[in-house]
């Protein structure tokens, strides 16, 4: 059997696991929002109508953030026909999805939610078809307390206290021709910049997200991102990432070893970044917000232009298999090892659309296979992320050259004294004998070990099976003399959690 060996030591940080890595995003975009998080005529709907069935799943999943609310959907956006009474809002098109808005649910609806499942909010702007003016009117109506037109309209509406945002997005994939009000990289940073500076005038304790490049095969990737921050850089945080992973091209090797792109990515992104801030002579360091991430069938579809005017329609509801769980798990990997630059993440989305949860309309709620390893790392996830380096079999891959068959990382809980293991076996046939060095943590001992796998990698979860697949535990994982062993089966995900007091 093939054995890769690492080390964990508390010496190898990284960097503090900032718990917005666990975010996600809702999107009004096929049943995100109408029969996904709220359904007011549903069983399981509470005063607000939204669904408690997938309130509990989201705190099982361990969402800290959302991003809300979107997406290409935000580029055309009025915000102002979200709010105020239910009954005289406006029904709208939306031109991002070709889809027909009844604007049911909008800003206050979604605070209310994001309170119940204890979430951050990530509001994004529209700065497509509008600008610093009505982004503005946003802020003042979302965070100022009253005594406003725009603050006591909120008021009116029935919430008094300022919702308190701290986290914005300076629009959405500005550089996409697909985006309503796609701009040039100077005409983006010059917008960006003048609402940035606006915004920290209001309140220059917020949190700014810039955008960065759409993906990383787009012509402008990197140049984007430098002409932006040349404008941007003094009055921003975060620069954005988005990348989706598409399986159908079936080259199963090369999909397994997805995370190979997103590291290249976040390196990239990170060096470009900060030969911006040098060339500015300014200390800080830009962090990477990572807000729209996930494995996306994306060949299976057919474009925005095959979709017909219909509220909520069923659009890219794929149903994730083993494969897929095991891949989203090495991205997860991938984002805590670079804890250090990457501030924030969004998998996209929460509920139907290429999601971690599903419903059915007046039915039940169920767990994506790749829901799984989502919940299990931001369950265990704490204090330091330690740098590991495996001696690992490598694989051969078509897109990205030889990858390491284990992909893996730790952290370190000062706290509680634990220790967590992520691993992943990219290998498709072949089990992986995993040795790793504990000296450092002398009475080191397994408490459990959680490995995600199957017979069959196209295994799924449906309405009718919804727990075919989850994480189980297994036996034989040991540590004798400061050293670690386990088994990890081909196209695995592992989390092996291990006590030190």
């Known amino acids: 059997m093939p054995t890769a060996r690492l080390t964990v030591d508390p010496g190898f940080r990284i960097g503090a696991v900032d718990r917005r890595l666990f975010g996600s995003f809702v999107e009004h975009m096929g049943r995100s929002v109408y029969t996904g998080v709220f359904e007011p005529d549903h069983p399981a709907a509470d005063e607000d109508g939204f669904r408690t069935d997938v309130l509990d799943l989201v705190r099982e999943l361990g969402v800290t953030l959302v991003r ?28 991002a999805w070709r889809s027909v808005e009844s604007n049911a649910f909008g800003l206050n609806e979604f605070m209310a939610w994001a309170a119940k499942a204890g979430i951050e909010p990530m509001m994004a702007l529209n700065l497509g078809t509008r600008g610093t003016s009505e982004a503005l009117d946003l802020l003042e109506y979302t965070n100022h307390p009253g005594g406003t037109a725009l603050s006591d309209l909120r008021r009116s509406h029935g919430v008094a206290d300022p919702h308190g945002v701290r986290l914005w997005c300076l629009g959405n994939e500005l550089d996409g021709p697909w985006q309503m009000g796609h701009k040039t990289a100077a005409e983006y940073g010059r917008l960006a910049a003048e609402t940035a500076r606006a915004m920290k005038r209001f309140d220059p304790g917020l949190e700014l997200v810039a955008c960065g490049s759409s993906n990383a095969y787009v012509d402008t990737f990197a140049s984007w991102e430098a002409t932006v921050l040349e404008h941007t850089y003094p009055f921003v945080d975060y620069v954005s990432l988005h990348a989706y992973y598409d399986p159908t091209d079936r080259d199963t090797d090369s999909f397994l070893a997805s995370a190979a792109e997103m590291d290249r990515m976040i390196d990239a992104v990170v060096s470009t970044a900060d030969h911006v801030g040098a060339r500015l002579r300014d200390r800080k360091k830009i962090k ?25 329609p069923r659009l890219i509801e794929d149903v994730y298999d083993v494969t897929d769980a095991v891949v989203v798990g090495s991205l997860l990997i991938t984002l805590l090892r670079h804890a250090d630059r990457v501030g924030a993440a969004c998998q996209a989305q929460l509920a139907n659309v290429i999601a971690p949860i599903m419903t059915e309309p007046g039915g039940p709620a169920w767990r994506q296979t790749v829901f799984h390893p989502f919940a299990q790392t931001a369950r265990h996830a704490r204090g330091t992320v330690l740098r590991v380096e495996p001696d690992s079999p490598v694989i051969e891959t078509e897109r990205y050259g030889e990858v390491p068959a284990l992909w893996a990382t730790a952290t370190h809980d000062e706290e509680s004294g ?6 992943v076996n990219r290998d498709r046939t072949s089990p992986l004998a995993l040795t790793a060095g504990l000296r450092p943590f002398p009475g080191a001992r397994v408490v459990e070990h959680l490995v995600l796998a199957d017979d069959d990698p196209g295994a799924v ?24 062993t386990a088994q990890l089966p081909p196209v695995s995900w592992s989390m092996i959690r291990l006590a030190t007091r």
Request: overall charge negative.
């Open 418 to 423: 634990e220790i967590v293991l992520f691993a």
């Open 68 to 95: 809300y609310p979107g997406g290409n959907f935000v580029s055309n956006y009025r915000w102002e026909d979200g709010v105020g009474p239910a009954d005289r809002r406006p029904t709208r098109l939306d031109l």
């Open 288 to 312: 990477l917000s990572f807000d729209e991430w996930n494995v996306w069938y994306q060949s299976r579809f057919g474009g925005e232009d095959s979709l017909d005017w219909q509220p909520a």
């Open 461 to 484: 979860n449906t309405a009718d099976r919804p727990d075919r697949v989850r994480p189980r535990p297994v036996d034989g994982t040991k540590n004798d003399d400061g050293t670690l």
